[in-house]
């Protein structure tokens, strides 16, 4: 937490607004859409998850459909495809940045078009703050004539070609969970270009009461707009991104200089153009077995380390979706490591998480 959160919730008891509207919501939602720039339109959920359903029904995602989502990713990217009723097809990753294969992603539609089926939606992401490579994705869903949802639930701060991440696809989500680089202690955002499609997500998000001085209803809607209170943290909490991004980018800088030299150990590079918030800073390592000597080590001192995510078309929830792989998120899965990375940790906490890792290699 920063300074200003308290006063902003109190703000919203002063004055009893605690609904989810107010004074914060508007608030906090210019201030993202101000720091995001590109004219953007900004509509505070309460959840990155409502976002991605919201954001894939307003680019018409209905049952039957089938939309790509890179598989690489968590799981609350694809869930909510299946809340519509469409179906997912899952897209592996590149070695570079880790997110959605161009090259693969071209070779899923091109089959998917020969057997009829044209993606309604690509749900990309950019992992762990790391962009996507945009330009290469955004041209194929051009030359496709396909939507994009832009999954930044985790690149809030990060760029490309030093423009903010939530401003490149047809929609954008953002989460501000607990374990994001800013939170409201639940809550997510749509961005959009479009003030038409912003005011249309609002409306689902608030149960799809039409116009009328009674209760009526035209359309399903969903409770998912933010609450007032929490958009007071929100507030409070973009005073200090810029600050919890550097935090972020210090911590990996630290790992790196302190554990490059060990060899195997691997840490994903920014390309030319690419700017990472550095949201966990990741590691591959040589082997699985490596990798889980030094995830138990670390358990075995009270330090909570994560494999990187279980790509979505290993997990048993989706074992029957199609899927276009060539076994990179499959390694990375095996040999990666989620170190902490809390914009909190001290140096101190980093020196023993280091040390620790030294001598299990050793």
């Given at each position: 937490?920063?300074?200003?959160?308290?006063?902003?919730?109190?703000?919203?008891?002063?004055?009893?607004?605690?609904?989810?509207?107010?004074?914060?919501?508007?608030?906090?939602?210019?201030?993202?859409?101000?720091?995001?720039?590109?004219?953007?339109?900004?509509?505070?959920?309460?959840?990155?998850?409502?976002?991605?359903?919201?954001?894939?029904?307003?680019?018409?995602?209905?049952?039957?459909?089938?939309?790509?989502?890179?598989?690489?990713?968590?799981?609350?990217?694809?869930?909510?495809?299946?809340?519509?009723?469409?179906?997912?097809?899952?897209?592996?990753?590149?070695?570079?940045?880790w997110n959605l294969s161009p090259e693969l992603l071209e070779q899923a539609i091109k089959q998917r078009l020969s057997a009829g089926k044209k993606p309604?939606?690509?749900?990309?992401?950019?992992?762990?703050?790391?962009?996507?490579?945009?330009?290469?994705?955004?041209?194929?869903?051009?030359?496709?004539?396909?939507?994009?949802?832009?999954?930044?639930?985790?690149?809030?701060?990060?760029?490309?070609?030093?423009?903010?991440?939530?401003?490149?696809?047809?929609?954008?989500?953002?989460?501000?969970?607990?374990?994001?680089?800013?939170?409201?202690?639940?809550?997510?955002?749509?961005?959009?270009?479009?003030?038409?499609?912003?005011?249309?997500?609002?409306?689902?998000?608030?149960?799809?009461?039409?116009?009328?001085?009674?209760?009526?209803?035209?359309?399903?809607?969903?409770?998912?707009?933010?609450?007032?209170?929490?958009?007071?943290?929100?507030?409070?909490?973009?005073?200090?991104?810029?600050?919890?991004?550097?935090?972020?980018?210090?911590?990996?800088?630290?790992?790196?200089?302190?554990?490059?030299?060990?060899?195997?150990?691997?840490?994903?590079?920014?390309?030319?153009?690419?700017?990472?918030?550095?949201w966990l800073t990741t590691i591959l390592t040589p082997s699985f077995d490596i990798r889980e000597r030094i995830r138990q080590a670390l358990a075995g001192?009270?330090?909570?380390?994560?494999?990187?995510?279980?790509?979505?078309?290993?997990?048993?929830?989706f074992e029957n979706a199609d899927a276009f792989v060539d076994g990179t998120s499959e390694d990375l899965f095996t040999r990666g490591l989620c170190l902490?990375?809390?914009?909190?940790?001290?140096?101190?906490?980093?020196?023993?998480?280091?040390?620790?890792?030294?001598?299990?290699?050793?």
């Open positions: 937490m920063g300074h200003l959160e308290e006063r902003y919730v109190q703000e919203a008891f002063n004055t009893n607004w605690v609904a989810p509207l107010g004074p914060n919501v508007d608030q906090f939602e210019r201030r993202l859409a101000t720091y995001i720039g590109e004219d953007v339109n900004v509509a505070a959920l309460s959840s990155g998850t409502a976002a991605i359903h919201l954001g894939l029904q307003l680019l018409g995602v209905t049952r039957g459909d089938e939309v790509i989502c890179q598989s690489f990713t968590f799981s609350a990217s694809a869930n909510p495809i299946l809340y519509l009723g469409a179906t997912p097809i899952f897209v592996d990753s590149e070695r570079e940045t309604k939606a690509i749900v990309a992401v950019h992992l762990y703050g790391m962009p996507y490579k945009v330009m290469e994705i955004n041209a194929i869903a051009r030359k496709y004539d396909i939507a994009v949802l832009e999954d930044s639930a985790e690149a809030l701060g990060s760029t490309y070609k030093g423009i903010k991440c939530g401003s490149f696809g047809d929609i954008g989500i953002l989460s501000f969970n607990g374990n994001k680089i800013i939170t409201t202690s639940g809550g997510g955002a749509l961005v959009t270009k479009s003030e038409t499609l912003k005011k249309k997500a609002v409306f689902l998000a608030t149960q799809a009461r039409d116009d009328a001085p009674h209760y009526q209803h035209s359309s399903i809607g969903y409770n998912y707009r933010m609450s007032n209170v929490l958009a007071g943290i929100g507030r409070g909490q973009m005073e200090v991104l810029d600050e919890r991004v550097q935090a972020r980018r210090n911590n990996f800088t630290y790992y790196k200089n302190q554990l490059s030299g060990i060899e195997g150990l691997e840490f994903p590079e920014e390309p030319n153009g690419f700017f990472s918030n550095r001192e009270d330090i909570e380390s994560r494999p990187l995510w279980k790509p979505m078309h290993m997990q048993p929830l902490p990375s809390g914009s909190n940790l001290r140096e101190e906490d980093l020196y023993r998480i280091v040390t620790l890792i030294k001598s299990t290699i050793s």
